[in-house]
């Protein structure tokens, strides 16, 4: 199982970016999908999930909701995270997380919001 993130980078305040997670290993249809970050000197926090049944049910944050969007491509097996406006607390590490019975963690990519 590996899951390598890609995407991340330094954006002005109120731009976009949008994050991959190519998964291997297993299939992102058949599993929960979820996205964190960590701040310097924070917590990793939560920030979105897909659900793996049907059409994936998504649920976020309340400090993204509205700005983020996870979705995923079965056929590419990848889940992104499209983030929107942008805001130099966005800043963090954003790493993509797969529970099967083990919980896997990719290596993460860097977003730096400033201007």
């Known amino acids: 199982v590996q899951l390598v993130e890609s995407g991340g980078g330094l954006v002005q305040p109120g731009g976009s970016l949008r994050l991959s997670c190519a998964a291997s290993?297993?299939?992102?249809?058949?599993?929960?999908m979820r996205w964190y970050r960590q701040a310097p000197g924070k917590e990793r926090e939560w920030v979105a999930t897909?659900?793996?049944?049907?059409?994936?049910?998504?649920y976020y944050a309340d400090s993204v909701k509205g700005r983020f969007t996870i979705s995923r491509d079965n056929g590419k097996n990848t889940v992104y995270l499209q983030i929107n406006t942008l805001k130099p607390e966005d800043t963090s590490v954003y790493y993509c997380?797969?529970?099967?019975?083990?919980?896997?963690w990719g290596h993460g990519t860097q977003v730096t919001v400033s201007s």
């Open positions: 997380n797969a529970v099967l019975g083990d919980e896997y």
């Open positions: 290993g297993f299939a992102v249809s058949s599993y929960n």
């Open positions: 897909i659900n793996r049944l049907g059409a994936g049910l998504t």
